[in-house]
């Protein structure tokens, strides 16, 4: 589902990401970890368009979408969520998570219609599934924290992705909010048959959920595999597992 | 979900007073100013209402997009110029120069757009202000077409003899047939403002104006976005320029120099550029101070001046945001005695 081959990006000199391949199969669920600065923002960035990569080919469902603009590697199906939460504040929930339905059913240059109309049932459907169906009508940059995050998953799946990109999704959130959202994200990506890449600093749920890690340390994939096999590198747990563990 | 859900306020984004036609409601309580009204005062009204549709189609891109134009009195200017030219010196009819106008700012505009989307913030304005002064530039040396400083003088009225078929017009002058083309012409570009905010497409651009970075990853192509609305909010730009050549009888390259740009800002954040009201309201509070202050003294710059300053501090979401946030007030009282 999605191929990574040879990825690499320096700033100034300095390598960020270097020579990193990675495939991840459809419906998968694939962690990346690392310590900070170990590169994986700037990996994502390089995976969905936002940033350039010196060389490398990403290949998302067949299709190479190296190089491409991010709105049209989220057209082909790659769905993202941010480590910062990134939302539209001043529209209300429901607003938001229509502007990306509207977005992705190429609505967008419609100059005819009312945009409050438009879609409001599929807009409710979602919040409902995201647990935010109370909330519709709150200016979303008033939401607590945890409820700002769930709503970027929200606009994420919006566009109906195949495969979703998270920035460490629990980032910031308690014990419970971060179960909660795994239970989540887990049962989500059952529905709908999603296959999930992301990054997350919870070795609890990194091992609770994923089906295969890759570790990134100063730019480059360390190791690659099942838990257990992650789990039992040596130079994993000298590097990264030991100073958590 | 056990994640707690922060208290739901009833407070919505935008206020529930959309259902009203407003446009149309404005349009009819104008309407009968050159029969109850002083020369004077269809004088003014006309002027602020050019200049209410100039405010508004600049808040297409200040207040709905989010994009800082400084130079947005090129495109006015283009307008003026476009109707003006062809009235005055090739002696066609207001039909064909007044879409001509709105369609030759919609070309400036995207010609000059296609660079300044390119850019961002403080860049973009810069970029949309040295663009400005390159129209201004031309309007002011290229003295073959424009007249140069001298502008273009006596632009002719539009032939409205046929409005005397309307009963009841028959008998007014002709500033009053003009003040009703202009209110007409007016009220239709501002409906259409409305509608293009209230649409899908003006959804996207509200997203855009909110999360630049977030927009582009539910899919959108930001730029084309943003330069499809420096296009439109150019051509309706170009349509205020239009009228106002004519208003004044003549279009003179003062018309594109850059302060004008800061006054049609100015209209529109006082005002309040979070609704679609705000801009015409700005633009009428300072067409009005401006005309009564210069009554009364010749400080009115200075005047002027410190009225802005109290009113932008007092009232940060404008004119109309604040009577928004006093109705929001009265009616929480009022909840609140009945409760």
């Given at each position: 589902m999605l191929e990574i081959t040879g990825l690499r990006k320096s700033f100034a000199g300095f390598v960020a990401v270097n020579d990193v391949s990675l495939t991840v199969d459809t419906r998968q669920i694939c962690a990346v970890i690392g310590p900070n600065g170990a590169g994986k923002s700037t990996f994502f960035n390089l995976i969905t368009g936002h940033i350039r990569s010196d060389t490398g080919r990403v290949v998302l469902d067949g299709?190479?979408?190296?190089?491409?603009?991010?709105?049209?590697?989220?057209?082909?199906?790659?769905?993202?969520?941010?480590?910062?939460?990134?939302?539209?504040?001043?529209?209300?929930?429901?607003q938001n998570v229509q502007a990306a339905l509207l977005a992705h059913h190429g609505r967008g240059h419609d100059f005819w219609s009312r945009a409050e109309t438009l879609l409001r049932d599929e807009a409710e459907a979602l919040l409902a599934t995201i647990g935010l169906a109370a909330v519709a009508n709150t200016t979303a940059g008033t939401l607590a924290y945890?409820?700002?995050?769930?709503?970027?998953?929200?606009?994420?799946?919006?566009?109906?992705?195949?495969?979703?990109?998270?920035?460490?999704?629990?980032?910031?959130?308690?014990?419970?909010?971060?179960?909660?959202?795994?239970?989540?994200?887990?049962?989500?990506?059952?529905?709908?048959g999603l296959t999930l890449l992301f990054t997350e600093h919870d070795m609890a749920v990194v091992f609770g959920i994923a089906q295969k890690i890759a570790v990134l340390y100063q730019g480059r994939k360390l190791a690659e595999g099942p838990p257990e096999e992650v789990r039992a590198n040596p130079e994993v747990r000298r590097v990264y597992l030991g100073e958590h563990a | 979900m056990s994640i707690p859900l922060s208290r739901p306020m009833t407070r919505t984004?935008?206020?529930?007073?959309?259902?009203?036609?407003?446009?149309?409601?404005?349009?009819?309580?104008?309407?009968?100013?050159?029969w109850v009204g002083s020369?004077?005062?269809?004088?003014?009204?006309?002027?602020?209402?050019?200049?209410?549709?100039?405010?508004?189609?600049?808040?297409?891109?200040?207040?709905?997009?989010?994009?800082?134009?400084?130079?947005?009195?090129?495109?006015?200017?283009?307008?003026?110029?476009?109707?003006?030219?062809?009235?005055?010196?090739?002696?066609?009819?207001?039909?064909?120069?007044f879409p001509a106008s709105g369609l030759g700012a919609a070309f400036f505009s995207l010609i000059f757009g296609f660079f300044c989307v390119r850019l961002t913030k403080i860049y973009f304005a810069m970029l949309?202000?040295?663009?400005?002064?390159?129209?201004?530039?031309?309007?002011?040396?290229?003295?073959?077409?424009?007249?140069?400083?001298?502008?273009?003088?006596?632009v002719p009225f539009p032939d409205m003899r046929w409005m005397a078929s309307i009963p009841g017009i028959g008998d007014l002058s002709e500033n009053g047939r003009f003040y009703i083309l202009t209110l007409t012409l007016v009220a239709l570009c501002v409906a259409a403002i409305g509608q293009i905010t209230r649409s899908p497409f003006g959804r996207m651009l509200t997203a855009i104006r909110d999360n630049r970075e977030r927009?582009?990853?539910?899919?959108?192509?930001?730029?084309?976005?943003?330069?499809t609305v420096f296009v439109v909010a150019g051509g309706f730009a170009g349509f205020a320029g239009a009228l106002y050549g004519i208003f004044t009888r003549g279009v003179f390259p003062d018309y594109v120099f850059w302060p004008q740009s800061a006054q049609v800002m100015i209209m529109t954040i006082l005002?309040?550029?979070?609704?679609?009201?705000?801009?015409?309201?700005?633009?009428?509070?300072?067409?009005?101070?401006?005309?009564?202050?210069?009554?009364?003294?010749?400080?009115?710059?200075?005047?002027?001046?410190?009225?802005?300053?109290?009113?932008?501090?007092?009232?940060?979401?404008?004119?109309?945001?604040?009577?928004?946030?006093?109705?929001?007030?009265?009616?929480?009282?009022?909840?609140?005695?009945?409760?």
């Open positions: 299709r190479d979408v190296t190089g491409m603009a991010p709105h049209r590697i989220c057209a082909l199906g790659m769905g993202r969520s941010f480590q910062l939460t990134n939302i539209f504040p001043r529209l209300t929930v429901l945890g409820n700002q995050k769930q709503l970027e998953l929200g606009l994420a799946l919006a566009s109906d992705p195949k495969v979703l990109l998270l920035d460490e999704p629990t980032a910031g959130m308690s014990a419970g909010e971060t179960h909660e959202t795994i239970a989540l994200l887990r049962r989500i990506a059952e529905e709908r | 984004a935008l206020p529930m007073i959309r259902r009203v036609p407003w446009t149309l409601l404005v349009f009819l309580l104008l309407l009968p100013m050159p020369r004077y005062d269809t004088f003014l009204t006309t002027q602020i209402l050019i200049d209410a549709l100039f405010a508004v189609s600049l808040n297409l891109l200040l207040g709905t997009t989010g994009l800082v134009s400084f130079g947005h009195v090129a495109y006015f200017g283009v307008g003026a110029y476009v109707c003006g030219i062809l009235m005055k010196t090739y002696g066609l009819p207001f039909i064909i120069a949309t202000l040295a663009f400005s002064q390159i129209v201004w530039a031309i309007a002011f040396k290229w003295d073959a077409v424009t007249g140069g400083d001298q502008g273009i003088a006596d927009a582009a990853f539910i899919g959108l192509n930001v730029r084309a976005y943003e330069l005002g309040g550029m979070n609704y679609l009201w705000g801009p015409p309201i700005g633009a009428l509070v300072l067409d009005w101070l401006n005309q009564e202050i210069t009554n009364y003294t010749q400080y009115w710059p200075f005047v002027l001046g410190s009225i802005l300053l109290i009113l932008l501090f007092l009232l940060p979401g404008g004119v109309v945001g604040g009577l928004v946030r006093l109705t929001g007030f009265v009616q929480r009282r009022m909840a609140r005695r009945d409760a």
